[in-house]
């Protein structure tokens, strides 16, 4: 793609998989330039490259007001406030991997829930008895999974069982291990199979299990109905609270 060589250059051996993501996304962004045209590229620190690239294939922003984060959520998100409000000034709410992903907007709109309303406790959160508590919950997976920011690190919240686990330090980890284990992390493999099948997934809509995975479950397409996000969460937490 490039005039090999030039003084200076430099020359070292990286991860295959590196290779094949950095090429794709500078061919991605180089398409339809002529041939001869000079580009810069600018190198950025490694994991906020993992967040630039998630976000190349996010769709555009879901509000279209400037981000802002209260004083009661920044208190939630303590120091990693900042990088979720860095996030959402450069996509304000999105969807990612063919909407397995679903990162929550700052303000609600007639087609989106906000990060105001989704963490507000009478919605769902009280549900839990107290397993949400101190939790900054924004984005989730297509199963309705919740990512969430709990004592300034990233973690995943199982709405079936109201488990925390641990998933990196920062926003910027997270998305790192998204890219890294989409598949897992996001349920994008069945959200692909539901919607080849059945059309796009409508906005505020999860795909639930028919059987709960925790009770065995499968995660086939057959197990899976839609489902209104915050019905969703409601009832799986009075499901908990039977076990």
């Not at 998100?77 to 959402?88: I, P, R, V, W």
């Not at 906005?203 to 709960?212: D, E, H």
């Amino acid at each position: 793609m490039f005039q090999e060589g030039g003084k200076g250059a430099s020359v070292r051996h990286i991860n295959s998989s590196d290779n094949r993501g950095a090429g794709a996304c500078i061919r991605g962004q180089c398409r339809g330039l002529p041939d001869g045209t000079r580009v810069k590229i600018d190198v950025v620190d490694y994991l906020m490259g993992r967040l630039r690239k998630l976000l190349s294939s996010a769709t555009s922003s879901l509000c279209e007001h400037q981000p802002a984060i209260s004083g009661q959520l920044r208190a939630l998100a303590g120091s990693l406030a900042d990088e979720l409000l860095t996030m959402l000034r450069e996509r304000n709410g999105f969807y990612a991997l063919e909407s397995a992903l679903h990162v929550f907007p700052s303000r609600s709109s007639q087609q989106e829930i906000g990060l105001e309303d989704w963490n507000e406790n009478t919605l769902w959160r009280n549900e839990y008895k107290g397993l949400a508590e101190g939790c900054l919950f924004f984005a989730e997976d297509v199963f309705g999974g919740q990512f969430c920011i709990k004592d300034e690190r990233v973690y995943t919240f199982d709405p079936e069982t109201g488990a925390l686990d641990y998933l990196a330090d920062d926003i910027e980890g997270w998305a790192k291990a998204i890219i890294s284990d989409y598949e897992a992390l996001t349920g994008y493999p069945l959200a692909h199979q539901w919607q080849e099948r059945n059309g796009q997934l409508p906005a505020k809509k999860r795909l639930l299990p028919k059987i709960p995975f925790v009770a065995g479950g499968e995660f086939v397409l057959d197990n899976l109905y839609l489902s209104d996000v915050i019905d969703g969460m409601r009832f799986r937490a009075s499901h908990y609270t039977e076990l």
